[in-house]
C-alpha cells in the first residue's frame, strides 16, 4: 500500500503530536525491522524495543514512555495508546484507497427482483439471486455467490469467491472472508436399522447480526428449523466450522479451525482457542476463555480459562501435567517400593497383563 | 421456507392422525420455542419436553405417549416415529420448492463435447469442460467448476463454488457441499538429499459412489494411480480432508474437520468424531467409532469404540483418565512415603533432574 | 489418464533397461493390485511384494532386486530408483498432456493495466484486477480469482476457484490449489475496555517463494504491515491455516489441517504433522519434525521429533504415555499400600475432595 503524506498529516490524522520535521514526506508504513527511511512504522510495546534499536525507519509511531528508545534520526509521533493510533492510520489509508459510488461490474449476474441500494459495489463474475436486498455502502468481491433472498445490511465486505446460501441473513458493518461459506446444509441424519443413514433437508436459515467478522474458507450450517445464530461483534477467524443451529453469543472471538457442533450455545465474550472443538449440545457461560485444542465435551458454567482434551479448568489441567511429569521420574522408585511390599501381588498382576 | 398447507395435507403427506382442526393453515415450521401460530413444529425426544410444555405452535406433529406434554390449545399431529414424519415434512417442502425441467443459465460456460441430460439444471457461472457425462435431474449450483472428463450421476446436486477437477466420478443421488473440491492434487513427493521435495503428479481420480454426502469446502485428494474412492452412502461433513488413494467404506460418516491421511482404508459404518485424524497407510476394521479429536496412529481390529490421542480403546482411556486424576490427589502422600523409604535416591534423583 | 505407449519409448522416458518385449504396447498405468494387462504399474518397496506377486498388470518398473517377486508373465524395466523412474514417467505424461501456448478464454475477464505473458493460459470464468504481472507458462485454473497488482512468477499454476488477494507474490513454479486464499485479511483486533474487539485493516501482503505447493482451500493471511513469507521449496497440504506475518522457512512441510498462528516463524526443514498447532509468536529452529495433532506453545530451539499437546521431544513423550500406562496397573497396589502406611491422612485428603 503505497501514500503520499507529510508527518503533519498523518499526526492530524491520528492525533499526536509530532517530535521532528512535521513536513517529512512518508510513503510507506512498514515494521520496524524492515521500514525504510520513507516509511512511517510504530512502537507500541517493550518486546519490541530491540527492533527499534535498530530501526531504519524515517518516523514511528509511539508512546512518549518508548520513544527514547528509538534512533536520534528517526522523527516522532507520540499518542499515547499507539496501537489504536495506528488502527486509526490504517483505517484512514484503507477508506482514502477505496473507490467512492456504487457500480456493478458488467460480469455480474443480478436477479432482476432483488434490490441493490445505489452505493452497492459489485465486483466481476458476482452472481446474485433472487429476492436479496444489498444495503449501502455493501462491497462484493470477485466471483461471490449471493443465492436467493438474501440480506446483507450497510458497509459489509462480501470476500471473494464467498457464498451466501438462499435465506441467510448478514448483518451491517460484517466482513464475510474469501471463500466462506454462509448456510450450507446442517450435518443432521437419522440412522435407519441397515446402518445408512436418512437425510434431514435443513430448511433453517444462518442469521448474522451487526459487527461479525467471518474468516476466509471458513463454513457456517443453516438451521435444521429456525437460525443459525452469530451474534453481534463476534469475530471468526479462518477454516472455522460452525454446525446447525449453534448460537455464539456477543462479542467471542473463535481462533482458525475451531468447530462447534450442532446446537451449542456459545456465551458473551468467550475466546476460543485455535483447533479447539466443542461436542453439540453444550452450552458455555459468558466470559470462558478456551486453550487451543480443547476439547469440550460439557457445558461450562463457571467464567474462567479451561484446557485440554477433555477440557478442564487450567490450573487442574496443569496440576495434573506436573503430576505426571513427576510420576514418570518417581516410577523406579515405586516399582521397588511395591516390589518390596508386595511382590506376590505384583508378579500376579504382571501375569495377568501378559 | 414459507408455504401454505392444512394441517390435513401434511397429515396425509406424513401419514399421521390429526388431534385438532384438520383444517388449520400452517404457513411455516419452526423450532418449538421460536414457533407462532402460524407454524409447525415437533416433539420426538423427551429432552424437549420443556420446550413443547411453553410453545406457542400452531401445530406439532409428535407420539402418541408425548402429546399430553403439549398445551392444550395446540393441534397435534400423531405418528409413531416423528422424526421420520418431520424428515418426511422436510423431503416434501423441499421438493415442491424445487423448480421443475432442465434449465442452462446464458452465463454457464460448457464444452461442447460434454453430455447433458435433459432435465439438468446449470446454474450462472458455472463452467463445464470437455468430455463430461451429466445425468438426468443434476443441479449444478452458482459458479462451481466442473473440469474435463468428469461424470455425474442422476439427481445429485453439486453446491455453489464446489469444484470437481479433471477425471473424478460422483455417483447418483449425491450432495457435494458449497466450496467442496473433489480431486485437488495428491500430497506425495520424494525427498532429495539436499533436503527438497520432488513432486509426484497424481494421475489417478476420485470416485464417490451413489448416495454420498461431501460438505463445504470439504477436500478429497485424487490418487497417485487408480482412485480414491467414497464408498455408497458415506456423510461427509465440513471442511473434512481425505487424502491420496484412501478409501472410505459403505454407510461411513465423518464429522467436521477430520482428516484421513493417504492410502488409509477405513472400514464400513465407521464414525468419525470432528477433528479426529487418522494416520496414514492405517486401516480400521467395519463398526468402529473414533471420537472427536482422537489420533488414530494404528490400525484397528476390533470393533469398538475408540477416543484420545495415541487413540485407545474407550474403556481403557477412561481408566486412564481416572488414574490420573486419582494421582494428582495421592502424589503429596506418595512423596512423603517415598521420601520415608528411600530418602537418599530420592534426594539422587532430583539431583539429576536439575 | 490415457496413452499409447511402447515398452522401450517408455525406458528410454525413464532411463531403464528392458526385460521382456521392448515392443509391448501400454495404455494407462495403475497401481499393482487393480493394473491389467495393457498397463505398466511399478514395484518400489518390499512392503508392496505381497501385490507384486499377483499383479496382472502388463509391464512393471522396478529394482534389480526385486524383480525376481514379479509373476513370470510380466515384463519389466528395471531401474536403481523405481520411485524417481515413476516420477519421471508421470511428468512426461503430464506435460504431454498439456495443451501448448497461451490462450484466455472468451469468458475471462481481466483488466488492461495488468501484463500477461504471451504463453498464459487462462481458464473459463477467471478474474484478473488492475496492475498484475503474469509470467510465461502460467495456468490459471476455472473460475479463480487474482486480484488488484498481484504477481505470479513463470511456470506456475493455479487451481480452479483459488484466489489470490490484492498485492500477493507468488513465485515461479508454484502450485496454488483449488480453492486456496492466499492473502485474506490477518485475525488481528484490539480488545475494547466494553469487551468489543476492533479491527486492524491489514495492509501487508503474502509473499511466496519459488517451487511452493499450496493445498486445496488452504488459507494464507496477509500481514498486518510487511509479509506473510513462504520460503523456497515449502509444501503446504490442504486446509492448513497460516495466520498473519508468520515465516516458513525453505523446504519445510505442512500436512493437512495444520495451523501456524500469527507471527509465527518456522525454521527450515520442519516437517508439520496434520492436524498440529504452533501458537503465536514462537520460532522453531532448523529440521524440527512436529507430530500430528501437537501442540506446540512454546519456542524449539533443538532440531529432533516432538510430539503432544503441550508437545515435547518424542523420546519424553513416550516416557510418559509408558508411566501413565504402568500408573493403571500399579494404582490398586499403590492406594492398598498408601491406605496401610498413611490411612488418616488418605481420609482427610478424600473428605477435602468431596
Excluded at 88 to 102: F, H, I, N, R, T
Excluded at 262 to 278: D, E, M, P
Excluded at 303 to 310: A, C, N
Amino acid at each position: 500500500m503505497k501514500f503520499h503524506l507529510r508527518l503533519s498529516d498523518i499526526a492530524a490524522i491520528i492525533g499526536a503530536s509530532i517530535e521532528g520535521d512535521a513536513g517529512l514526506i512518508v510513503t510507506g508504513v512498514a515494521p520496524l525491522e524492515h521500514a525504510r527511511s520513507s516509511d512511517i512504522s510504530f512502537l507500541a510495546r517493550r518486546e519490541f524495543v530491540p527492533y527499534a534499536e535498530r530501526t531504519s525507519a524515517g518516523a514511528v509511531i509511539t508512546a512518549p514512555e518508548l520513544a527514547h528508545h528509538l534512533p536520534h534520526t528517526v522523527h516522532r509521533l507520540l499518542h499515547s495508546a499507539p496501537e489504536h493510533a495506528v488502527a486509526d492510520l490504517l483505517d484512514y489509508l484503507v477508506a482514502s484507497s477505496k473507490v467512492e459510488g456504487g457500480a456493478i461490474h458488467h460480469t455480474a449476474s443480478i436477479a432482476p427482483s432483488s434490490t441493490l441500494a445505489k452505493s452497492v459495489r459489485v465486483a466481476a463474475g458476482v452472481v446474485i439471486g433472487e429476492h436479496c436486498r444489498i444495503g449501502e455502502d455493501v462491497e462484493i468481491g470477485i466471483n461471490a455467490v449471493i443465492e436467493d433472498n438474501v440480506t446483507i445490511g450497510e458497509r459489509t465486505v462480501i470476500g471473494a469467491g464467498a457464498i451466501v446460501c438462499r435465506d441467510c441473513i448478514v448483518g451491517a458493518d460484517c466482513r464475510v472472508g474469501p471463500g466462506a461459506v454462509i448456510g450450507s446444509e446442517g450435518f443432521g441424519y437419522l440412522e435407519m436399522k441397515d446402518g445408512s443413514y436418512r437425510r434431514l433437508h435443513h430448511v433453517g436459515n444462518v442469521a448474522i447480526e451487526d459487527g461479525v467478522d467471518v474468516g476466509a474458507n471458513t463454513c457456517i450450517d443453516r438451521a435444521l428449523l429456525g437460525s443459525t445464530i452469530i451474534k453481534r461483534g463476534v469475530k471468526i477467524d479462518n477454516l472455522v466450522h460452525i454446525a446447525h443451529n449453534v448460537v455464539i453469543g456477543e462479542n467471542s472471538a473463535l481462533a482458525a479451525q475451531a468447530g462447534i457442533a450442532g446446537s451449542t450455545v456459545v456465551g458473551q465474550r468467550n475466546r476460543i482457542g485455535g483447533q479447539a472443538g466443542l461436542t453439540g449440545h453444550t452450552v458455555t457461560c459468558d466470559d470462558v476463555i478456551i486453550g487451543a485444542q480443547a476439547g469440550v465435551s460439557k457445558s461450562i458454567t463457571e467464567p474462567g480459562q479451561y484446557s485440554g482434551t477433555p477440557a478442564q479448568e487450567l490450573s487442574r489441567r496443569l496440576r495434573s501435567e506436573a503430576a505426571l511429569r513427576r510420576l514418570v521420574e518417581l516410577l523406579p522408585l515405586l516399582e521397588t517400593l511395591l516390589q518390596k511390599s508386595v511382590p506376590k501381588q505384583t508378579d500376579q498382576l504382571r501375569d495377568e497383563q501378559d
